[in-house]
């Protein structure tokens, strides 16, 4: 399957990070809400999945840091 915005639809997207949720929750904490911010931009068709996973793991580096 193609994840680029241009290549899926909405609905397509709001699937593909709805799955990987599940998936991520099932052995995992819940995301933060950061985090739910930026994959609802990749649904909306404002950011790149690829730049999404950027900064979700950007995010979660700086808490580590801590």
Known sequence: ?????SKTTKEE???LVY???GISMSGAIA???????LMNKYIEGKMELEE???????????KEDR
């Open 1 to 5: 399957m193609e994840y680029l915005i």
């Open 31 to 37: 995301p933060s809400k950061d985090a739910l911010k």
């Open 13 to 15: 997207r709001e699937k």
């Open 52 to 62: 999404v996973q950027k900064q979700i793991l950007s995010l979660y580096k700086k």
């Open 19 to 21: 799955k990987a949720l």
